[in-house]
């Protein structure tokens, strides 16, 4: 049997977060994004499908990307600094069905949209085994 | 189990237009997910989406996807009740309904599906999330307004219909528009096609919405309608100026469709909103008929309404969609009819059931399928007899909300949850009740005992029922046998065979005077249950004899079996077991008939056991299963328990002594757990004969064997012959490595090296983003969901690490 060789060789930085000082690597990126990945595609992402994702810039962001793609979407970026009535502007006009974001004005934008979900990074990327 | 379909689903009133995407997405989450819920506003169509959901969900979930409609309670612990109720379970003696819910659903592969949640948001949370937490394959498929906020939830916010662009115009909405717009009778041609597509974006692609102005094409085309939708913005009335735009869209459309409704339409549109219910004819009838309207007109004013989507129709019997039904209510109340009009659903209720109680128990000679017909009807207006209660305890219409207690047999054993009555008595009787007479508190007080005996709160029953023989008028006679019969019933539980002969007697005597049959034949059955208890059989058995037969001469099935199953008891004391089970077998059908599921049950278990000890065990077999799984199905710990004891004897009487014993420390287990004593004589010369048999350490052995059996385990241990297996974790199904296409095997065998996806995408010259998607490919197929469990499984399923090769 071969042996697996967590850690030491992906420990490499891909990001840092400059206002908390925390650190993304390489092995924690490819990780938390394939998590993420397979929970977007049981939400009902599809090739193709717009996602919308409003996070402020940071790991998670990175994340979110690296997921969607690898899902198959396409990202609809939205700036979290946006003022509401731009952002509910914008999430109503798009046709997403799903939207990553745990920003409250981007999430009550949901609210009028076509935005089927509305999910956070952190359950996301929450490992979940199969239910009994 | 019998084949009956697994689902209590309505059936589709029209077609469903579109949104398949979202159903086929909607399944596929219960596949990881527990709890779904299905958020909009009113009028979005989230229980058209619920449905059509569930009804794609029921192959998948063979224990059964039951609707619980919500829309109609206004108490929070309703919601165990109406829960219970769907399931069919039954409440158990000290011990709170949802426990018993519970324990029901534990292994239960279904799917749930709580209706129109927002107004008992909070009870709803609670018990979903002690459902979730103790049944792990059950899943919750909810509809609210607002989500449940559980930690389990998915939130699924149900968006209106796709509306046409510039590009096309076949899409949802339009669909729908015409779709209905067919159904009233018109086909709009394709010159109305921009007005189709302009209306339905000024109504949002709102179901309800569009369904509410498609029914109305008749006389107005699409394009008039849309003008008039139009300046509706302008003019909303109910307090709709601040809500969300697609509430304001629905209000208006609302407002739209009632006010274009004749004067005598309105009224009585505003009026079917007491009902909480679906409702008949008669019923619409009784209550909403008060000037300006006439009974006469009702029929017609009801067509109209159907006709313009207001109300819906269903086999004769009519409804109010949540939303219509709460802009009714508004317009009830705006009109000042609220509390005459709830007011006159109490009293009509009352009277209904008033009349139904006296066809179905009273009246000398009324022919049986006319009982049967009075108790269904009572049944049937459940919903209705719950808004009306709650009418009159907030009104303080006491006295009226105590005589629709007392006339509900649809509550009492036979139909209903006594949790239920006996909370409402008490709910009312803690009110005021200087008003009432001596009497009316007195027949209170013994519907309350009645209700408490079958909790086993023996004690205060019995204080009760003495109070309601002392306070009852000399005139109420049928009350008074029924008290007597249940201080019998009382008296001989807590073994005091003397004084429940004086009340037996008493009983009877006073039915005799009023040629009351129901009171004579219990009272009888009384006297014969008296007399086989002090061991006289000779008058036990005449006593039974003339009890049935004055029983068959009132018709109604539930004392006919009661009585022959008191004969059946008195035949086994003798050791006639043929004649007994003849008694038990002839009762079977009439429980049936009658519905009484907790009676069933006992009497399938009697047949079982007795069939046992005639050696015919095919049929004893059939029996006691059957038995099971109605103790099962209705939740009765107590039920499982009977069988257990049941199947003892009938692995005794096989010639398994081994499987007698397991059964019955089964049962004795179960029966310890829910405070009951067991019968101990035939255990222990079940032991004693074990003992003498396989010697004492066996006997010991598997007596705590069967104790720490599940009841289960243990009754399949006889019923099906099967040798319990030990307990060992089930090992998972070997997923199959074919399933992967050559270069997802490839990217597994170099997640097993612990390689990023960067190092992987340099090694097989693709880019990192192309690595990501197989990765994501192989979680999905293999079910994981992290990467790590991907690297453990190709490290198992592959003999040496694979070679950067396709």
């Not at chain 2, 389990?152 to 015409?178: G, K, N």
């Not at chain 2, 009572?378 to 007899?385: A, G, K, N, V, W």
């Not at chain 2, 009418?391 to 949790?419: D, F, H, K, M």
């Not at chain 2, 008028?473 to 429940?500: I, K, N, Q, T, W």
Request: charged fraction near 25%; aromatic fraction near 4%; include cysteine.
């Amino acid at each position: 049997m071969p042996s697996l060789t967590w850690g030491g060789m992906d420990e490499r930085i891909v990001m840092v977060d400059s206002v908390t000082g925390l650190t993304l690597t390489e092995e924690q990126l490819d990780e938390r994004s394939a998590t993420a990945t397979v929970q977007l595609r049981r939400r009902g992402v599809r090739d193709g499908d717009g996602v919308l994702v409003c996070l402020p810039a940071g790991p998670d962001l990175l994340v979110a990307f690296v997921a969607v793609t690898a899902a198959g979407g396409v990202i609809w970026s939205l700036p979290a600094d946006l003022d509401a009535g731009t952002l509910r502007e914008l999430v109503r006009g798009s046709r997403a069905r799903v939207m990553i974001s745990n920003v409250g004005p981007a999430v009550d934008a949901a609210d009028e949209s076509r935005v089927r979900v509305v999910v956070g990074v952190d359950d996301l990327c929450a490992p979940r085994p199969y239910p009994v | 189990m019998p084949d009956s379909p697994r689902h209590n689903l309505p059936a589709d009133p029209n077609r469903f237009v579109g949104r398949e995407r979202d159903l086929h997405d909607l399944r596929g989450l219960f596949a990881e997910t527990r709890v779904v819920t299905l958020c909009g506003v009113g009028g979005i169509g989230k229980t058209r989406l619920a449905l059509q959901v569930a009804a794609g969900l029921t192959a998948a979930h063979p224990d059964g996807v039951w609707l619980v409609e919500l829309a109609g309670l206004r108490r929070p612990e309703l919601v165990d009740q109406e829960i219970a109720r769907v399931l069919g379970v039954r409440e158990e003696a000290g011990r709170p309904l949802l426990d018993t819910v519970t324990d029901r659903l534990r292994d239960q592969r279904c799917l749930l599906l709580l209706d129109n949640c927002e107004h008992l948001v909070d009870r709803c949370a609670e018990v979903v999330e002690a459902l979730v937490a103790a049944c792990p394959p059950v899943r919750v498929l909810a509809t609210s307004r607002e989500p449940l906020r559980i930690a389990s939830e998915l939130i699924w916010r149900v968006p209106p219909l796709d509306l046409p662009d510039d590009v096309t115009a076949d899409v949802e909405s339009v669909q729908l528009f015409l779709d209905r717009a067919a159904a009233a009778g018109t086909r709009p041609g394709p010159e109305s096609l921009p007005d189709v597509v302009r209306l339905c974006r000024a109504l949002d692609g709102l179901p309800l919405a569009l369904e509410l102005a498609a029914a109305r094409t008749r006389l107005l085309s699409p394009g008039q309608i849309a003008d008039r939708i139009d300046d509706r913005f302008s003019l909303l009335t109910t307090g709709g100026r601040t809500a969300p735009a697609r509430q304001r869209t629905l209000l208006a459309a609302v407002e739209w469709s009632y006010d274009l409704l004749a004067d005598k339409e309105q009224v009585l549109l505003r009026r079917l909103s007491v009902f909480a219910g679906d409702f008949d004819l008669d019923l619409a009838e009784r209550v909403c008929a008060r000037p300006p309207i006439a009974a006469g007109e009702i029929v017609d004013l009801l067509g109209g309404l159907v006709d313009k989507s207001l109300v819906l129709c269903d086999e004769s019997r009519y409804r109010l969609l949540e939303t219509i039904r709460c802009f009714a209510v508004e317009r009830l109340r705006q009109a000042g009819e609220q509390e005459q009009l709830r007011q006159r659903h109490l009293d009509v209720l009352c009277e209904l059931q008033e009349r139904y109680f006296q066809t179905e128990m009273v009246e000398p000679r009324v022919p049986w399928p006319c009982r049967l017909q009075a108790l269904t009807a009572t049944r049937t207006l459940l919903p209705d007899q719950r808004a009306a209660l709650d009418w009159a305890a907030a009104s303080g219409e006491v006295g009226l909300g105590l005589r629709l207690c007392r006339a509900s047999t649809g509550l009492y054993p036979i139909g209903g949850n006594l949790a239920e009555i006996v909370g409402w008595l008490e709910r009312l009787l803690a009110l005021d009740v200087s008003g009432l007479t001596e009497d009316e508190i007195a027949y209170t007080k013994a519907c309350l005992a009645y209700g408490l005996e079958t909790r086993d709160e023996l004690g205060r029953a019995l204080e009760l029922a003495r109070e309601a023989l002392a306070g009852l008028a000399p005139g109420s006679l049928f009350p008074r046998g029924v008290v007597h019969s249940l201080m019998v019933v009382l008296l001989l539980r807590m073994g005091r065979a003397d004084e429940a002969l004086c009340h037996a007697e008493q009983g009877l005597a006073i039915a005799e005077r009023s040629g009351d049959i129901w009171n004579q034949a219990s009272g009888l059955a009384g006297l014969s249950a008296v007399a086989l208890t002090r061991g006289r059989l000779r008058e036990a058995q005449r006593h039974g004899e003339e009890a049935l037969a004055r029983a068959r001469e009132h018709g109604h099935r539930w004392i006919m079996a009661r009585t022959a199953g008191q004969l059946g008891a008195v035949a086994e004391a003798r050791g006639d077991l043929v004649t007994a089970k003849a008694q038990y077998e002839m009762a079977e059908p009439w429980l049936r008939e009658v519905g009484g599921d907790l009676d069933l049950a006992r009497c399938l278990a009697r047949i079982g056991r007795v069939a046992a000890m005639l050696h015919e065990f095919t049929a004893a077999r059939e029996r006691l299963a059957a038995s099971l799984a109605l103790g099962r199905e209705t939740g009765q710990r107590q039920g499982v328990a009977r069988c257990l004891v049941g199947l003892s004897v009938l692995a005794e009487y096989e010639g398994d002594l081994e499987g007698a014993v397991l059964a019955a420390a089964a049962a004795a287990a179960l029966r310890e757990s829910i405070g009951q004593h067991s019968a101990t004589i035939r255990i222990e010369e079940l032991l004693g004969r074990a003992r003498t048999k396989l010697g004492d350490g066996r006997a010991a052995a598997l007596w705590s064997r069967g104790r720490a059996m599940s009841p289960d385990d243990a009754a399949r241990h006889v019923l099906e012959g099967e040798r319990v297996p030990p307990r060992a974790p089930v090992p998972a199904e070997p997923v199959r490595p074919s399933l992967l296409t050559a270069r997802e095997h490839e990217i597994a065998g170099l997640l097993t090296r612990g390689l990023s996806n960067r190092a992987i995408a340099a090694e097989l010259v693709i880019s990192p983003a192309t690595v990501a998607r197989h990765i994501a490919n192989i979680m999905e197929k293999l079910g994981y969901t992290s990467r790590a469990q991907i690297a453990v499984w190709a490290a198992e399923h592959q003999q040496a690490p694979p070679r950067a090769s396709a």
